[in-house]
C-alpha cells in the first residue's frame, strides 16, 4: 500500500512501527536511546541478514575488543624485544643483518589475512630490527 507520509500500522508487540511510502517495507523504528537502529530483538530485516545486536552485547564485546588489543599489544612488545635480541646477537658474531628465509616465512604465516597481513608481516619485522635498520 502506497501512502503519503509515515503511517502508523498495526502494533505487533509492544513496538509501534511505521510504514513509509518509499517501497513499502517496514523499516524499523529508531531507537530513543542513540542512533544504534533498535528492532527489539526481531529480525525485521526483510533479507534476513541482520544481526541485531543490543547496547549490552556491543559494550560486552568492546570490552573484549580491548582485551585482545591489550594482549596483542603486549605479544608485539614481546615479539620485537625477541627479534631485537636474535638481531644483536647475530650481528656481534658477524652475522647477517637480516635472515631472508625466516622473513619469508613470517610473511607466508601471514598470508591467510591477504595484502593486510602482508602489511601487518612487514610492520611487525620492521619493529623487530629496531636501530638495526
Ligand atoms: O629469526 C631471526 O633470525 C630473527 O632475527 C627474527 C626476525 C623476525 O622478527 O622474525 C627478524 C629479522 C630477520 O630478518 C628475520 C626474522
Excluded: C
Excluded at 513496538?15 to 517501497?23: I, L, P
Excluded at 580491548?66 to 605479544?75: F, W
Excluded at 658474531?93 to 607466508?108: I, P
Amino acid at each position: 500500500m502506497r501512502t503519503k507520509g509515515p503511517q502508523i500500522t498495526e502494533p505487533m508487540s509492544a513496538r509501534v512501527e511505521f510504514k513509509f511510502s518509499t517501497g513499502g517495507n517496514t523499516r524499523r523504528s529508531r531507537s530513543l536511546r542513540g542512533t544504534e537502529w533498535d528492532n527489539h530483538g526481531m529480525n525485521t530485516d526483510p533479507a534476513g541478514t541482520d544481526d541485531p545486536l543490543s547496547e549490552a552485547q556491543i559494550q560486552e564485546l568492546r570490552l573484549e575488543i580491548d582485551r585482545l588489543d591489550a594482549e596483542i599489544l603486549d605479544a608485539i612488545v614481546r615479539r620485537s624485544e625477541i627479534s631485537k635480541r636474535i638481531g644483536r646477537t647475530r650481528m656481534q658474531s658477524g652475522g647477517t643483518k637480516l635472515v631472508h628465509t625466516r622473513e619469508l616465512k613470517v610473511y607466508e604465516r601471514f598470508s591467510s589475512l591477504g595484502q593486510e597481513g602482508q602489511t601487518l608481516a612487514g610492520m611487525l619485522l620492521r619493529l623487530g630490527r629496531g636501530r638495526l635498520g
